[in-house]
């Protein structure tokens, strides 16, 4: 018998690949989503790619009582993986209580749902916890910085209560993966990331800039300490990421006794701004305008991830470099750009 995965937010950018490589190992899964950002029909996208359309419910976890109902109609729910949350630094800082409400409810009312029995728990968290690291590598064991924004303290107090619930609560087994920069897209090119408006990241505005969608890319500052003057970043490819949330299932099944860890999710390798526009064009051919502007308020100098540990105890290495993760989000905005799905 298969097990069950339930996947919040499994319409979405980072969900939607780790369906997949959840199917590929043999996971059945649900998907919960409230398509506040995503498309319904990425899962038909999903079932081009794996043969398998998973099982979805169109649900607001923030709303406590029908997530209880969906705890109590699937028994058979071993883990679940919690994507579901809003995401724009931004906005967080126009909008807190947005942030607050949703990441916070919909993080309680999963844990409140599934508190009465054996479950076993991935979260996203993200590198915005360590803020600028005092050394690099960043490692695991690195303070967590006060945060940026109130998107990035969603980030933190949800490991907080994470870890403080798993402590408390003998049927939780919790891992938060700490994601560095996720870009590229499914090497089919059938599923990738869905920007809504002008996209806010690196990598969406490069692909949108080389279609056509968007004007000439502005790099935020050049004057950085860093060796061209462009911030640096660990790119981790979405597939290699996926992956990682099988490995942290699989750990969590092996191992009885993990109440709570964290791991980080990265390739251990930082690139600059520059570095990855001229990554891009050797990637895929295709030229790019830029032009240096000036840096963007509460940007991080510089940081990449330490993975020894996940190599060691999450058994998972990122394999795909640079040039796969610009390939891939061109063909995927390529794609896109030929097949709108509205
Ligand atoms: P995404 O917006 O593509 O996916 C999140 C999904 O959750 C969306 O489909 C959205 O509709 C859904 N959702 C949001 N609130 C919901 C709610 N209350 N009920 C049901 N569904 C809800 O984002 P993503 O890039 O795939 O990110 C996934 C997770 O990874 C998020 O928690 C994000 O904070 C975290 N993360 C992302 C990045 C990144 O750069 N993309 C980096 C670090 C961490
Ligand atoms: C990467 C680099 C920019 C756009 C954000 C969140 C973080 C995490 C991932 C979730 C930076 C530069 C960008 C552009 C540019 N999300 N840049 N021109 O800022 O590392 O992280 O997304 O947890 O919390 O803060 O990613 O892709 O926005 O920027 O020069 O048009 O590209 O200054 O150095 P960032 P990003």
Known sequence: MSKKILVTGGTGYIGSHTVVELQNAGYEVIIVDNLDNSNIRILDQITKISGIKPQFYQLDLSEENKVIELA???PEISGVIHFAAHKAVGESVQLPLKYYRNNFFSLIN???AFA????DFVFSSSCTVYGQPDQLPVT?????KKAESPYGNTKQVAEEILQETAEANTNYHVISLRYFNPVGAHASALIGEL????????????TQSAIGKRGPITVFGDDYNTPDGSCIRDYIHVVDLAKAHVAAIKL?????????DVFNVG???GSSVLETIKAFESATGVKLNYKIGPRRAGDIEQVWGDVTKS?????????LGLDEMMRSAWAWEQYIAENPFE
Do not use: C, M
């Open 252 to 260: 969590l099944e092996d191992n009885r006794t993990i109440k709570y």
């Open 72 to 74: 109590k109609a699937h």
């Open 140 to 144: 695991e064991s690195a303070p967590v």
């Open 195 to 206: 920007p809504i408006g002008v996209p806010q990241n690196l990598v969406p505005f490069i």
């Open 116 to 119: 009465g029995r054996e479950v």
């Open 110 to 112: 999963l844990l409140t």
């Open 311 to 319: 190599a060691k105890e999450l058994h998972w290495k990122a394999e």
């Open 267 to 269: 390739t251990g390798k």
